[in-house]
C-alpha cells in the first residue's frame, strides 16, 4: 500500500476507510477476544496495540477517530452504558499516538531501532496522558468517584497497556515493515 | 456502428512508480459505444493495469508514468478528475465483498447516488429500478452476510448502473463464483448489455466461460502488449491463447487434438452453433476410438470414515445432515457443490474446528472425537483458500518451522524438517526470503508447506488455485499430484469444474447438507439432472461428443481429460 | 449485526423516531445526567427511561443478559468505591450522620449510602437509556443520524464502515485463529504471558495484512463511485422528522438545561439533604 506522500493532517478517503476498518478492528478486538491476563478475571487490552499501530501508519485524525468509533460502539454494544471518560481516553491515546510516533516511518516501509524507540515513547506518554490524566480526572468531574480510586484504577490500566502495546505494537510494526523486502538483495540458493 | 470511439488508447503505455519496468508498452485499443469486449491476459500481463487506467484509478490512485494518449469520449482522462471519469465507467470490481460498502442492499445501490446529492425521494425510485433490473428487489433491506456471493455481485452491478454510464467495466466477474451462478452471470451482463446499449468491457481468463454469451472482440493482453484483437471464431482458430498461457475452450482443444482444421467461418465460438461437417464428426470419432482409455487408479484402503455426521450452528441452522463418508489411502478427490451446500462446514468438522452434534469419525479405525485441535492438525492438514490469512510470519524457514518451534522440538530437528518440507515443495532455493518477496502461487506452496511439516496423512484444500490464470493453475495442481504421489491424501474443496475433471479421480457433490453423489467427475459433469440439482456447469466436451453422435459420450470427456494431461505433461 | 447491538424490530413510537433524534435525545440525557449530582433529578430522569422503556414494547427479558452484565458491574463498582474511600459521601456533602461501625476505618453513614444512591441512580438512568437506544435503532441509521445532528458527513461514513466490516473481521478472526491452533499456537493460560502476548501477534499479523489490503481495496471501491466528491452527501436512511420528533429533542434539550441551571440552584453539583 502506498502511504507515502502523506501529511500529518491530510484526510482522504483512504483515511476515511482506515478509520472505518480501524475502528471495526478495535471493536472485535476489545469486544470479542478475551486473552487472560495474570490477574483473575481480567483479559489483555490487545485493542491498544493495533490502535498504535493504525496510528503511526494513518496519523493523529485516524488514531483519535479509531479510539473514539471503536470504544464508543464498545460501549454501545456491551450494555454498561457510554462511558465517555474511557472513551475520550482512547480517542486521546489514538491522537497522541498519531501525533508524537509520526517519525516511526512506518508508512516508508522503514522501522529500525529508532522507528521502535520513536513509538514506544509517543505509546508510553499517550498512555500515561490517557490512563492517569485524562480518564480518572472525566471520572472525577462527572462521576464524583474518589480520587485514590480512579487515580490507581487509572495507573494499574497504564501499565497493562503500556506492556502489551509495548510488545504487540512493536512486533506489528516490526513485521509491516519487513514486507517491502529489498529485492536486489535476494538470491536463489542451492 | 461507425461513431466516435468511447474510449481510445494511443501509443499508451504506463510505468508504476514503484516499478523499473513499465507495465504496458505502446497500447492502442478503442472501444465503440455499445461494444462488448472480453479482455484475456496471464497473471501479470497487465490486463488488470489497462483496467486500472480505463477507470481513472491510473493516474488517480496508483501513480506512474504514462505515456502516449488515452481519451475518454475524446478527452484526455489525465485532464478529467476521478469522479468525471466514473461517470462514464463503471467498474464492478472482482471482490464484491470489497465493492459492497452499504450496510443493506439498497444502501449499497444508494452508494453513488448519495454521494451525488441525489434528493431522497428520487433516490428511493432509482433505487427500486436498478434492483429490479439485476433481479435483486425482494432483498433490499438485507445485509451482505445475508447474501450469496452472486447476489453480491448483483448488487454490485446495481450500484454501478444506477448512473446510466456509458462504459461497464467487470474485473474478473467469475472469481468466487460458483459454475451455473457463473453462467447465470455471464447472461446478465449480457441482458444489461442489451437494455443499456453501453458498451461492455470484460476482463476475465477463463475465456470458455464468458463465451457463453456472444462478444465482439476479444482483446489479448500479454507481457504488456496487445497481441490480438479480433472476433471470437478468428482468436479460437488460432494459436494465440494456447501461445500466451491462456486455457482454450476444451471442446476446441479437442478438435484440435483429433485433427480437424478450425475455421472463422465454424463459427466455433460457442460448442451448441459451431458447424462440424461429416468430416469433422469423424475425425473426432476416430480419435475416439483411437485414444486407449488411461488406467484408473486402483483404491488404497481404507483410511477416513466418517458415519452419520449431523451438525447445526448455534443459530439453528442445520449445516450437516446425516453425512457418511469414506476416503481412501493415498486418494486425490473433490468436494463440490454450492456456497451453503456444507462442503466447508464439512471440511470444519473432519479438522475439529467445529464440533458435531451426532456421529463419529474414525482415522484408521480409532476414534478421533477425543483430540484437540492441535492433534488432529497432525493427522489432517487444513490449507485455507487465501495464504494472507495463513502467513503469519515474515521469513519463509519461521513459517514453515511455525508448528515444529511451538512444539518445542530441538533447533537441528526443526531444521532438518523444514529443509525437507521445502525441498518437497520446491521452495528450498527461496528459503532465507521474507514471505512477502513471493508471488501468490509460491506463497500458497509456503502455506502447503507449513501444514505438511506436521507431516499430516491427509492435506484438505479450499480452493487451492482460486484466481490463478491456468499456467500458475498447472504449476500448483502439478505440485498437488507429485505430493500426491509421495503418498500424501488430498482432498479438494473447489467450484473449479475443469480442476475437478483433470485432478480428480473421485468427486463428492454436496446440496443442502447432504452427500447428494459420489462419483468420478466425468460421470458427474455428464448427468444433467446431477448438473442441475447441484448448481455446475455441464462440459463442453460433453457436448460436443453429443453432436458428434459418439456411442458413449461419458467415456469421450474421461479419455480427453487423459490425454490432455500426457499431452501437457511432455 | 442486529444480534451485535441487540436491535429488536418493532412497531413502537420509539421505533419510529428518526435515528437522528433518539441519537440527540442520548447524547442530551447523558450529558445532562453527568452534569448534575441532584438525586431528585437523576431519580426523574430514571423513571422516564423506564416508562419510554414501556412505550417502546421492548421485554426485560429481551435484554436480559445486557441487564444482568450491568447489575453485576454496578454492584462491584459501587464496592470498590466504598472499599477505596468510605467517606466520600462525608466530604462531599460535609456532614456525618454515623449508622454503624463496621470494621477499621470501615463505618456506615447515611451520607455516604445517599452517595451510593446518587451512583447507582446515575447508572439508573444511563443504562437503560443505551439500552433503549441500541434497541429500537437500526445501525443502518447510525451513519445518518450522526450527519443530521452536524458530523462530518466523512467521519459519519467511517463509522458506517466500521459497522459494515465489523462482521467479516470478526468472521476473519476466528478462522485465522482457528487455523493457527491447528498448528498450535496456544492463547489459554497454559501459555506464559510473554509467549501469550507473542502468539496474539502470530494471529494479529494476518489479520493486519488483510484489513491493510481491505483499506486499499474499499477506498478504491469508494472513490470509484463518487465518494468525497461534494461538501454534503444525501442518505437512503434519512427519514424526515415528524412532531414527535421535534418533542423529543426539544424535551430532551430543555433537561439539559434544567440541569445545568440546578447546579446554580444547589449552589453546586450536589442537592444535599444534610446541611
Request: contains cysteine; charged residues 20%.
Amino acid at each position: 500500500m502506498n502511504l507515502k506522500n502523506k501529511s500529518l493532517w491530510k484526510v482522504d478517503v483512504k483515511t476515511i476507510v482506515a478509520i472505518g476498518i480501524g475502528a471495526a478492528l478495535f471493536f472485535v478486538l476489545g469486544r470479542f477476544v478475551a486473552i487472560p491476563s495474570p490477574v483473575p478475571n481480567t483479559t489483555i487490552n490487545i485493542q491498544y496495540g493495533v490502535l498504535a499501530f493504525m496510528a503511526a501508519c494513518f496519523g493523529p485524525i485516524a488514531g483519535c477517530l479509531i479510539g473514539l468509533i471503536g470504544h464508543f460502539l464498545i460501549d454501545l454494544s456491551a450494555g454498561w452504558g457510554i462511558w465517555w471518560s474511557w472513551v475520550i481516553a482512547s480517542a486521546v491515546f489514538g491522537f497522541l499516538v498519531g501525533l508524537l510516533g509520526n517519525r516511526t516511518r512506518l508508512a516508508w516501509g522503514q522501522f529500525g531501532k529508532k522507528g521502535a524507540i520513536n513509538f514506544n515513547i509517543a505509546q508510553v506518554i499517550a498512555h500515561a496522558v490517557a490512563w492517569i490524566v485524562i480518564a480518572p480526572v472525566l471520572d472525577i468531574l462527572i462521576y464524583s468517584e474518589p480520587a485514590n480510586k480512579v487515580f490507581l484504577q487509572g495507573a494499574v490500566a497504564a501499565v497493562a497497556n503500556i506492556i502489551t502495546t509495548a510488545i504487540i505494537g512493536t512486533l506489528l510494526c516490526f513485521a509491516w515493515a519487513k514486507l517491502v523486502p529489498d529485492k536486489s538483495s535476494l538470491k536463489k540458493e542451492d | 456502428m461507425k461513431k466516435e470511439p468511447v474510449i481510445q488508447f494511443e501509443h499508451f503505455g504506463f510505468k508504476y512508480d514503484a516499478q523499473i519496468e513499465p507495465t504496458l508498452y505502446d497500447i492502442n485499443l478503442s472501444v465503440y459505444p455499445g461494444e462488448k469486449i472480453l479482455i484475456a491476459g496471464p497473471s501479470g500481463s497487465g490486463k488488470s493495469t489497462l483496467a486500472h487506467c480505463i477507470n481513472g484509478l491510473i493516474p488517480f490512485s496508483y501513480y506512474g508514468d504514462a505515456t502516449g494518449s488515452l481519451r475518454l469520449n475524446g478527452k484526455e482522462t489525465r485532464d478529467m478528475s476521478l469522479f468525471e471519469i466514473s461517470k462514464t465507467v463503471g467498474t464492478v470490481l472482482q471482490d464484491s465483498d470489497a465493492q459492497f460498502v452499504g450496510l443493506t442492499v439498497a444502501e449499497d445501490i444508494a452508494f453513488a447516488l448519495e454521494n451525488d446529492c441525489v434528493p431522497h425521494s428520487e433516490m428511493l425510485e432509482r433505487v427500486a429500478e436498478a434492483a429490479a433490473t439485476v433481479g435483486v428487489p425482494s432483498v433490499l433491506s438485507h445485509a451482505p452476510h445475508e447474501l450469496s456471493g452472486g447476489q453480491k455481485q448483483r448488487v454490485s452491478l446495481a450500484g454501478v448502473i444506477i448512473n446510466d454510464v456509458q462504459v461497464l467495466l467487470f474485473d474478473e466477474p467469475l472469481a468466487n463464483l460458483d459454475p451455473s451462478t457463473g453462467k447465470t452471470a455471464i447472461e446478465l451482463i449480457d441482458d444489461i448489455h442489451r437494455q443499456t446499449n453501453a458498451a461492455v468491457i470484460i476482463i476475465e481468463h477463463r475465456i470458455e466461460d464468458v463465451l457463453h454469451r456472444d462478444v465482439d472482440r476479444i482483446v489479448i493482453v500479454n507481457d504488456g502488449r496487445i497481441v490480438a484483437d479480433l472476433p471470437p471464431n478468428e482468436i479460437l482458430c488460432s494459436d494465440v491463447l494456447k501461445n500466451c498461457g491462456l486455457r482454450e475452450p476444451l471442446y476446441i482443444t479437442a478438435l484440435k487434438y483429433a485433427g480437424v482444421q478450425i475455421t472463422p467461418d465454424m463459427l466455433p465460438q460457442h460448442i451448441e452453433d459451431i458447424v462440424l461437417n461429416e468430416n469433422a464428426k469423424a475425425l473426432v470419432s476416430d480419435w475416439f476410438e483411437n485414444t486407449p482409455p488411461a488406467e484408473q487408479p486402483a483404491k488404497g484402503p481404507v483410511m477416513f470414515q466418517a458415519e452419520h455426521i449431523r451438525f447445526s450452528y448455534a443459530n439453528g441452522h442445520e449445516a450437516i445432515r446425516d453425512v457418511s463418508f469414506t476416503v481412501h489411502r493415498g486418494e486425490i478427490m473433490c468436494i463440490i457443490g454450492q456456497n451453503g451446500a456444507g462442503k466447508s462446514t464439512f471440511s470444519k468438522l473432519i479438522c475439529g474446528f467445529e464440533t458435531p452434534q451426532e456421529g463419529t469419525m474414525l482415522l484408521e479405525g480409532t476414534d478421533i472425537s477425543p483430540l484437540s485441535i492441535k492433534e488432529r492438525a497432525e493427522h489432517i492438514g487444513y490449507v485455507m483458500q487465501d495464504p494472507n490469512q495463513m502467513i503469519s510470519k515474515t521469513m519463509i524457514r519461521e513459517e514453515v518451522g511455525l508448528a515444529l518451534e511451538l512444539d518445542g522440538l530441538p533447533r537441528e530437528e526443526i531444521d532438518r524438517i523444514v529443509n525437507d518440507t521445502l525441498k518437497v515443495c520446491g521452495l528450498y532455493p527461496f528459503r532465507n526470503w521474507p514471505v512477502s518477496a513471493l508471488s501468490f502461487g509460491q506463497k500458497k506452496r509456503v502455506t502447503v508447506a507449513s501444514i505438511l511439516s506436521m507431516n499430516p496423512e491427509i492435506v484438505i484444500l479450499d480452493e487451492p488455485t482460486a484466481g490463478q490464470d491456468f499456467r500458475h493453475y498447472t504449476e500448483i495442481m502439478e505440485f498437488l499430484l507429485e505430493l500426491n504421489r509421495k503418498g500424501v491424501t488430498i482432498i479438494m474443496i473447489t467450484h473449479d469444474m475443469h480442476l475437478m475433471l483433470e485432478y480428480a479421480p473421485r468427486a463428492v457433490v454436496f446440496t443442502d447438507g447432504k452427500i447428494l453423489c459420489d462419483d468420478t467427475p466425468a460421470n458427474i459433469l455428464t448427468n444433467p439432472e446431477l448438473v442441475k440439482a447441484a448448481s455446475l456447469k455441464e462440459t463442453s466436451l460433453f457436448t460436443l461428443a453429443v453432436r458428434c453422435g459418439l456411442s458413449d459420450p461419458r467415456q469421450f470427456v474421461q479419455r480427453f481429460i487423459d490425454y490432455d494431461r500426457r499431452v501437457r505433461e511432455k | 449485526m442486529t444480534n451485535l447491538f441487540n436491535y429488536i424490530p418493532k412497531d413502537s413510537p420509539v421505533h419510529k423516531l428518526t435515528g437522528a433524534t433518539k441519537l440527540a435525545a442520548l447524547l442530551l440525557l447523558s450529558f445532562a445526567s453527568m452534569t448534575t449530582f441532584d438525586t431528585r433529578f437523576l431519580a426523574g430522569i430514571t423513571i422516564l427511561t423506564f416508562i419510554m422503556f414501556g412505550v417502546s414494547k421492548i421485554r426485560f427479558r429481551e435484554v436480559k443478559a445486557l441487564l444482568w452484565f450491568t447489575f453485576v458491574f454496578m454492584v462491584l463498582n459501587n464496592l470498590l468505591i466504598y472499599l477505596f474511600e468510605p467517606e466520600q459521601g462525608v466530604m462531599l456533602y460535609g456532614a456525618r450522620h454515623e449508622i454503624c461501625r463496621l470494621f477499621g476505618r470501615y463505618t456506615l453513614t447515611q451520607e455516604q449510602l445517599f452517595y451510593h444512591l446518587n451512583v447507582i441512580l446515575k447508572y439508573l438512568c444511563m443504562i437503560p437509556l443505551v439500552i433503549l437506544f441500541v434497541s429500537t435503532t437500526n445501525p443502518s441509521e447510525f451513519a445518518a443520524s450522526l450527519n443530521r445532528i452536524g458530523v462530518n458527513y466523512k467521519i459519519c461514513y467511517a463509522v458506517s464502515l466500521a459497522l459494515r466490516y465489523i462482521p467479516d473481521i470478526q468472521r476473519e478472526y476466528h478462522d485465522i485463529s482457528i487455523s493457527l491452533q491447528a498448528r498450535g499456537v496456544e492463547m489459554t493460560k497454559k501459555e506464559k504471558l510473554f509467549k501469550r502476548l507473542k502468539n496474539i501477534v502470530t494471529i494479529l499479523f494476518p489479520l493486519i495484512i488483510t484489513s491493510m489490503a481491505r483499506i486499499e481495496t474499499v477506498s478504491n471501491a469508494m472513490e470509484l463511485r463518487s465518494f468525497g466528491k461534494n461538501k454534503k452527501r444525501t442518505w437512503y436512511e434519512a427519514r424526515p422528522f415528524l412532531p414527535a420528533d421535534i418533542a423529543v429533542i426539544v424535551v430532551s434539550a430543555l433537561l439539559l438545561v434544567l440541569s445545568i441551571s440546578l447546579n446554580f440552584v444547589n449552589g453546586g453539583r450536589f442537592y444535599n439533604p444534610f446541611v
